[in-house]
């Protein structure tokens, strides 16, 4: 850090506010404690060890280890999930990143078309392809399979794709009598056994 920085760094490197004369224990930033320390110059650089330059080394608490990929998920006792684009009393719409889309849950009627419109709306912009997660659908009627239908045809006019996936075996046997299996820009994934 530069030496004009007014405050100090915890021992662990983090910063922090200016330390109080008496130096007393301080809120670390994660949650833990530690002891504040003066930055009253920059951390010395270290040596390459094979007599190379010196290099100043940062350390990046958002980095993690390359051994540990699970490690965030190791610390939390639950999942963390990002809120859901709709929930009403019979549907659930939520946003997938990996890979990119929605999960659909609930009853799909007439009373949810507008909610189903919207929530695919909000990922039209989206890049590539994406995947509609259906396998907690429990009702899903003829317009709202219009919608994702009409939905998968602008994603083909964009040379891109639409994935059905977990859909209930009822479900894929009502899109496959009535040839929207052949839908330019959807793709059938697994079904979802019952």
């Known amino acids: 850090m530069p030496p004009a920085y007014a405050g100090g760094i915890f021992s662990c490197g983090l910063p922090h506010a200016p330390a109080p004369p008496d130096n007393p ?25 094979a007599g190379g330059p010196q290099e100043l080394r940062h350390h990046d608490i958002r980095r993690r280890e390359p051994a540990a990929p699970d490690a965030p998920a190791a610390a939390h006792s639950r999942s963390v999930e990002v809120d859901p684009l709709v929930r009403t009393a019979e549907l659930t719409v939520v946003a997938t990143v990996s890979p990119p889309g929605l999960r659909i849950e609930g009853v799909v009627d007439a009373g949810s078309h507008r909610h189903l419109r919207e929530a695919l709306q909000s990922v039209a912009s989206v890049r590539g392809d994406l995947r509609l997660e259906m396998s907690r659908v429990e009702f899903l009627d003829l317009a709202g399979l219009r ?15 639409v994935e059905l996936a977990g859909v209930p075996p009822h479900l894929l046997q009502v899109i496959t009598l009535i040839g929207w299996d052949t839908t330019p820009g959807l793709r059938l994934g697994a079904a979802h056994g019952c």
């Open 147 to 161: 919608l994702l239908m009409t939905f998968a045809r602008a994603r083909a006019a964009r040379h891109c794709t």
């Open 25 to 49: 224990p301080m809120a670390h930033p994660s949650g833990g404690r530690c002891r504040p320390r003066r930055a009253t110059k920059p951390c010395p650089p270290r040596s390459s060890g």
